[in-house]
Each structure stands twice: as structure tokens, then as C-alpha cells.
């Protein structure tokens, strides 16, 4: 399959192979301190885990912290220009390293002020005679499987993982013209806190039934759902569709690789598990999700431009105006997500009906989850 003739199907029609009647998750999912222990070990601590951008951390020293799982992580960017990820704690009794987002030099432990090379090697320990110096030697902070893909960083605990590019080997041909890796990022939100089930946040990104009827103020009437565009699926790494402009809204574009068809795409991508990307021929929307509890989520987001049009006199201004629309749909999608997190503590055991196609991206994540579940053995 060519990137010209991948998303053949609009006006509701269904790629082949896929069935009108798909049933949601159970309310359960959503409620239950066991699914997010389930998921924890078979998707978190087992899989790839999308942290970010590469261009959020641009200089040696850059970093930010995150969670992957329930584990505390730190990401840097190293003198050699590329990104390691590493365990956010003390190797003396634990404490917690680093916090939020900055630019260091060294890690100094706050608690007895151990430090670190920002490539983990431990390199100072006060009063280090009450140490043997043989067990202390040679000690660093506990790395990370670390790799950058289309501008994405993907983390693992786990370092006998295919590499991520094997995982999106689908999805890299069907966006290549917009070359996602060369986009700068410009705004970076390290916390957005969402009081919904993680996956409710990731649904909701992902699928464009809800466009028309939650977002009359920002993109509904822009990208309504017939004008969706469906192709491929049941890939085990992500989930693709375009919540497409209408034709007198398609974007002015500084891409000249771009088909007729890609001038007017507006792609939406699960990227398995936790991260998503919202894309069109000018900027990418980005979110990489942390769960808090089976009630509860981080998000961290951002926004990332195409450098033709960052090239352009009105760059900053075009900046604040999608900025602008994302605060809108953001306040939009989170009442949303909020009613369904109250609505799912009913316990229902009749499970919810998905639309075909606007939902089928979030079947296809159910079954991504389902298939890791299913293969990781419980303790
Ligand atoms: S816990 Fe970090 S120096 Fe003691
Ligand atoms: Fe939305």
C-alpha cells in the first residue's frame, strides 16, 4: 500500500474485513484498581512507552522527568547529541533525583547530595570514607531502552524489545511527506492532569465521532465526520485515520511534496500504547499519557510546526492561534472525558456500542491492549 492510496473509505463506508457491530469496553475497564495493575505490567513495565519529543530537550543537559508505569524516569539529552533515559532515583537510600523540566550541568542529590554525571555514572559521594570504595565504584542510575522515531522518543524498562522503528515500520511510508521528524517543537505542557481513566483520554483523541457534536467552538465544524478518511488497520503498533478538513477549510500549506488528497488530511494516530498525535501539513499535536489511577491521568503535550511555515513572517502569531483552538478542544474533550469516567462508575456489565468507522480506531487499541494482556503472564 502506497501513501496515495491508503485511506480510501469516506462517508461512513468500512474498510474490508470490518464489521458494523463493535462493542466498547466494559464500564469496568475504566473503574477497576485491577485492570490498571494489568496494564501497569503488560503494557508500561513490558512494552515501548511514548515519553515525548526529541526537540523538547534540544541541548546537552536538557531533560525532563516522567513516569513510565509507576516508575520515576528522567530523560536527557546527552553531550553526543543523542537521548538516554534513566531511573529517577538515588542509588544511596532512593530519594527522587530531578523534578519536572530543566538544564543541568550535574545531578545532586538534594537528600545527602550523591552526584551524578548527566549520563547516570555516580561522581561525587560526600564524607566517602564511611564507603567501601570497591562497592561504590563504577555505580550509574539504572538505565532505559531509549530511541527516537518520526521526532518521537519511546522509552522501555525492558532492553530485549524489537526497536520502535520495526513497530511503526506501517505508519512511517503513510506520512512521509510531512517529514513529522523535521517539525519543531514550540510548546511543551510537562502536566495537564485529566480526571478521567487514561485510555478514556486516548479514545477520545482517537476517534472523530465525537468532533461534530463536542467541539462547536474549535475543529466540529472544520473537520465533521463524514469527510473522515479510513484505510488501514489491525496494525499491532498504531492506529491510523484523518479527521479531514472540509473542503473550504483545507489549510494553506509550505509542503510542496504534499498530494491534493494529503493537503486536506488531518491524521490521527494512536501510537500504542500511551502516546497520540494529531497531524496536518502545518503542526503536529502531540500527547504522551502517564496513569495515576484508574480515575486519573497526566498528560503531557505539546506542539510541534512545520519548519516551511515556522518560516513564514506570521510564525509566532499562527503559534498562538492553534495554541488558541487546542486550549478550546482540550476544555471541550475534558468535560467529556469527566462524564464518561461518573457514567462508567454505574458498573453496567452491557457494554457500550462503537460506531463503524469513527470509533474503529479505538477497537483497534482495545485489541493492541487485549493482545499484551493476554501474553503477559499474571505474578
Ligand atoms: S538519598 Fe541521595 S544522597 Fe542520600
Ligand atoms: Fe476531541
Known sequence: ????????????DLPEGVDRHIEAAPQSAYTDPAVLQAEMRAVFESDWVMVGRAGIIPEPG?????????????????QDGSIAAMGNFCLHRYARLLDGAGTAKRIVCPYHHWTYQMTGELMGVPD???????????????????????????VSVRHDLP????????????????????????VVQ???????????????????????????????????GHAAEFGPWGDPGFAIHSNS?????????????????EKRRFYVMSLFPNGLAALD???????????????????????????????QPDADAFVRSICEVIGIATGEDKEMVVRVQDGAAFASTTPGLLHAPLDLNIQEFNAYLAAKIAETPAP
Open 1 to 12: 500500500m502506497t501513501r496515495q492510496d491508503a485511506f480510501p473509505h469516506r462517508d461512513y
Open 62 to 78: 536538557d531533560y525532563f522527568t516522567c513516569l513510565v508505569g509507576a516508575k520515576p524516569v528522567v530523560v536527557i539529552r546527552q
Open 128 to 154: 566517602r570514607k564511611g564507603f567501601d570504595e570497591d562497592t561504590i565504584k563504577g555505580r550509574r542510575l539504572d538505565p532505559l531502552a531509549c530511541e527516537v522515531v518520526l521526532g518521537f522518543i519511546y
Open 163 to 186: 526497536p520502535v522503528a520495526d513497530r511503526l515500520k506501517g505508519l512511517a511510508p503513510l506520512i512521509e511527506a510531512f517529514d513529522l521528524g523535521a517539525y519543531e517543537d514550540r
Open 190 to 224: 510537562h502536566e495537564e492532569l485529566w480526571e478521567g481513566n487514561w485510555k478514556l483520554v486516548i479514545e477520545n483523541f482517537i476517534e472523530s465521532y465525537h468532533t461534530t457534536y463536542t467541539h462547536p467552538r474549535s475543529i466540529g465544524p472544520t473537520n465533521p
Open 245 to 261: 478538513y472540509r473542503d473550504e477549510d483545507i489549510p494553506e500549506t509550505c509542503i510542496p511534496a504534499l498530494t491534493e488528497d
Open 281 to 311: 501539513p502545518n503542526f503536529v499535536w502531540w500527547m504522551s499519557l502517564e496513569p495515576l489511577g484508574p480515575g486519573r491521568a497526566n498528560a503531557r503535550w505539546g506542539l510541534s510546526f512545520a519548519p516551511g511555515r515556522m518560516a
